[in-house]
Structures are given as C-alpha cells and as structure tokens.
C-alpha cells in the first residue's frame, strides 16, 4: 500500500491559501475512476491522505438542474430514500452499488441510478464532470416495457440540462473575479 501512495502522491495538491487547507485532485484521478477496478485502489489513497491531514470524509456539493428535485419528492417513498442514498454516496466520492455509466456522453461521467419497485423502474441521472459538485440532471419512471435502454425523450432532455449544468459550474465556480 505505501508503494502505492507514492504512485498516486503527485496526483494531489495540498495548499492553504488564507491559512485553510485544501485538497485538489488532478484530473488524472478522475481518468483513473473511469475503470471500476481501479476505484478502490484510488479511494484508498485519498482516504488515507485525509485520514493523514486529520480530515474526516469530504463531501462534494449537491446542485439539482430543473425540476429533478421536485421530481424526486414525487416519487415512493422506498424509492427516495434509494435514489437520495445513491446520491449521498456520490457526495462522499463512493460509487453507489445501483448505478451504471450512461451511454452516449463520451466518458464515464454521466451516471444513471436504477432503482426497480413493485410500481415500476425508476432512474435518476447525475454528472460527476465538474470537480467541485455532482449535478443530478433528471429523474424518472422508465414506462418503457421493451428494453433496458433510456428512452431517446429523456436522453435528449439529460443533454440539455448537462449544458444547463456546465453553465451553472462555470458561473459560479470559474468566473469569479
């Protein structure tokens, strides 16, 4: 494990600008969290690197595009309570158990939650692309009996509001003057 740290050591920056201590990851760890496989390995070290700095876990911010929230709420309670820890563990940099990388987003950081109850499937989708939060783009019932794939209707709209999400993260997180 310590070769390990190593390895990974320069993939972080530690800096305290106004006497706080920060942590920033490098895009590389982001690259590495593309492979599942390597998840554990890359959480092990950021866990360890913050146990070090006496940090307990680092909880990324939570912002809702359109009227996912809303949404949300509306749905059985099993299934909120499913979805809504889904997406806590999101905040926490974990991946959740009832997830799969959505297709057709040129990479691995759009990400569907799939939560079957006795009413039907429903999914809630989220983007990891932006360092600082996780945006939760839609959520939804499936209706669709016929196949696993999400319907075109909701990917168009899943498109859209990752463009609404981008403009939110660069006004409030890179133009700051």
């Not at 993939?11 to 969290?33: H, N, V």
């Not at 990324?60 to 809303?70: C, L, M, Q």
Request: glycine share 6%; net charge positive; aromatic share 10%.
């Amino acid at each position: 494990m310590l070769r390990l740290r190593r390895q990974f050591k320069p993939l972080f920056r530690i800096e305290k600008p106004s006497g706080k201590t920060l942590i920033a990851f490098d895009y590389a760890i982001k690259f590495l969290l593309r492979d599942k496989s390597w998840y554990e390995i890359v959480e092990d070290c950021i866990s360890s690197l913050l146990e070090s700095a006496g940090y307990g876990p680092v909880k990324i911010t939570k912002r809702w595009i359109g009227p996912s929230k809303k949404d949300l709420l509306s749905l059985p309670e099993d299934v909120k309570h499913e979805i809504g820890y889904a997406l806590y563990q999101a905040q926490l940099s974990k991946q959740p158990e009832n997830t799969k990388i959505l297709k057709g987003f040129h990479g691995a950081d759009v990400i569907e939650i799939l939560v079957d109850d006795r009413a039907g499937t429903y999914r809630s989708v989220y983007t990891i692309r932006f360092s600082k939060a996780i945006f939760v783009l839609h959520v939804f019932q499936k209706k669709s009996k016929s196949g696993i794939a999400t319907p075109k209707k909701d990917i168009d709209l899943i498109k859209s509001r990752l463009k609404l999400a981008e403009a939110a993260f660069n006004e409030k997180y890179l133009k700051r003057g």
